[in-house]
T-cell receptor, first 114, second 116 residues
Framework: ETGVTQTPRHLVMGMTNKKSLKCEQHLGHNAMYWYKQSAKKPLELMFV???????ENNSVPSRFSPECPNSSHLFLHLHTLQPEDSALYLC?????????????FGEGSWLTVV | AQKITQTQPGMFVQEKEAVTLDCTYD???????LFWYKQPSSGEMIFLIYQGSYDQQNATEGRYSLNFQKARKSANLVISASQLGDSAMYFC?????????????FGAGTRLFVKA
């Protein structure tokens, strides 16, 4: 069992749909992250939450809406996405922002927007 | 400016041989951490090894070792005795201690193919 679990693993949605990605970490960490990985692009940090408070939003379009109800759970709400939003979305967690704090990732959610 | 550079888009290695994956980085922060991750085709990013900027010795974890050359700003990953299951994408990453906040910067990755 991995320390960070993501559901669903695969999602196909239309451009007018509303869906959510869910992430749960079992590592007792304080910080949680959403990353986007597109083909032929480096990993892009989208959002960071520390103790449920958002600390980073890297100019992500408002059609992506994160929610962090507690330090163990993180959601990414998806609304009116575009085909170019198709990507692997990775959730991660870490103990904090110290340079020694390793980020641990989930298995990812493969999103296809049609 | 690109902070993590992985110059090898793809690498081939014979099973049971060693392979080195290159990584160079750029930072003015004296306090930083360097990480390597493995990403199989399933998608999960698996943490392999960590090296701190103040660490005197190269990090090792089983078959993985990190060849840390601070003056050259390089942090190459060495995989010994390659196995077929090592075929995957490998990412080098860096977190700056004083200026980076929560940001971990990733390189573009190197795809490793292990041949039987």
């Amino acid at each position: 069992e991995t320390g960070v679990t993501q559901t669903p693993r695969h999602l196909v949605m239309g451009m007018t749909n509303k869906k959510s990605l869910k992430c749960e970490q079992h590592l007792g960490h304080n910080a949680m992250y959403w990353y986007k990985q597109s083909a032929k692009k480096p990993l892009e940090l989208m959002f960071v939450y520390n103790f449920k408070e958002q600390t980073e939003n890297n100019s992500v379009p408002s059609r992506f809406s994160p929610e962090c109800p507690n330090s163990s759970h993180l959601f990414l709400h998806l609304h009116t996405l575009q085909p170019e939003d198709s990507a692997l979305y990775l959730c991660a967690s870490s103990q904090g922002k110290d340079r020694r704090n390793t980020i641990y990732f989930g298995e990812g959610s493969w999103l296809t927007v049609v | 400016a690109q902070k993590i550079t992985q110059t090898q888009p793809g690498m081939f290695v014979q099973e049971k041989e060693a392979v080195t994956l290159d990584c160079t980085y750029d930072t003015s922060d004296p306090s930083y951490g360097l990480f390597w991750y493995k990403q199989p085709s399933s998608g999960e990013m698996i943490f392999l090894i960590y090296q701190g900027s103040y660490d005197q010795q190269n990090a090792t974890e089983g078959r993985y070792s990190l060849n840390f050359q601070k003056a050259r700003k390089s942090a190459n990953l060495v995989i010994s005795a390659s196995q077929l299951g090592d075929s995957a994408m490998y990412f080098c990453a860096m977190r700056e201690g004083r200026t980076g906040g929560f940001k971990t910067i990733f390189g573009a990755g190197t795809r490793l193919f292990v041949k039987a």
